[in-house]
């Protein structure tokens, strides 16, 4: 994201998720309007699978396989606006997750009734909502595109594994949900789900190496943005980079994120693919009041040094190219890596 107008164990094996995600689908410079196509333990926490395969020779057939345990996503003391990423996140949660015989657009209406938000908002779920039986959730991340005083953009990013048949597919993708402030508090107003759009027939060779390390932990939408062909290899290179020092836990790369720096007409890096943003570093995140802000701020200055014009976090850093590194409210939660090519 770019610079806003003044005013938890860990998730699962990497090549085990991204072995599932037959289509990730189901899965900034900054946020607004319009929306791209496409070890904190309140933060996260690590949807685990059960074994479910009988005796060996007791010739009975297999059970069906369990659906993750998930946990409801809490905000930390540390956030900006708690209430606004909170009404956010349980709508996601309410949409995208579901009982065995309680799926279906009809049944999601009457959960998000539940809520007191708009019922139409479920026409507007896309992935969120796939034709299933049943379905898990589990919000790995929620941070801003964009907060002003009456409006907000809050980018969920979530991992999903829906039953069909007797078979668990994994999945997930990241939302951009928009809201607004009345007196009487925040409401969401629309939903944008990420559409990453078709993977690649080739990829550049750094991107494929993203996708295959380990210390760069990426969730659904953005796996998907990098198979899509459509992230500059800038992104890919800075990521390999960085990941040779840190473990890094991205949010979002370029779908899933407004195609506008929030409250402005600006166009975002990000939907062009020609950003990434990171939530968590070595285990530490961002929003975190413990997080070092050492750590952080190596971390920017190691990310402008990788070639980025535009690094903005919660620290305001000196020195560098002018406007290099910048922070504001919106870049409280996470690290914002922005390139020109």
Known sequence: MTRTPPPA?????????????????????????????????????????ASQEPPAGTGSPSPSP????????????????????????????????????????????????????PTAL???????????DQAALQVVDAQ??????????????????????????AGGTTVDVRLSRS??????????PAQPGPAARSLAPDVRSVLSDDRIVLPPAAVADLRSGRVHTSVARAMLGLARTYRLEVSVVRSGHPLDVFGTSRP???????????????GHAVVDPATSRGLIERFMRDAAASGSY??????????????????????HDHVHIGFRT
Not at 78 to 107: H, M, N, Y
Not at 122 to 132: D, I, N, R, Y
Not at 145 to 161: H, K, P, Y
């Open 9 to 49: 164990a860990p998730p699962p094996g990497r090549r085990a998720v991204l072995a599932a995600l037959t289509g990730a689908a189901l899965g900034a410079a900054g946020c607004t309007g319009r929306t791209a196509p496409g070890a904190h333990p309140s933060r996260t926490t690590t949807p685990t699978h």
């Open 66 to 117: 369990a659906l993750p345990r998930t946990t409801p996503w809490r905000p930390t003391s540390a956030e900006v606006q708690p209430a606004a990423k909170l009404r956010a996140v349980r709508l996601v949660e309410a949409i995208g997750a579901w009982a065995a015989g309680q799926g279906g657009a009809a049944a999601a209406r009457a959960r998000v009734a539940a809520l007191g938000l």
């Open 122 to 132: 479920v026409g507007q779920a896309g992935p969120l909502l796939p034709t299933a």
């Open 144 to 169: 801003y595109g964009g907060i002003l005083s009456r409006s907000a953009s809050v980018l969920v990013v979530c991992r999903q594994w829906a039953r069909r048949a007797g078979t668990v597919s």
């Open 183 to 192: 007196a009487s508090g925040w409401t969401v107003d629309a939903l944008h």
């Open 268 to 282: 975002s890096d990000h939907p062009r693919g020609r950003a990434f943003d990171v939530w968590r570093i070595d």
């Open 310 to 331: 535009n690094v903005g976090g919660p620290v305001l850093l000196s020195g560098g190219s002018a406007g290099q590194f910048f922070s504001d409210a919106t870049h």
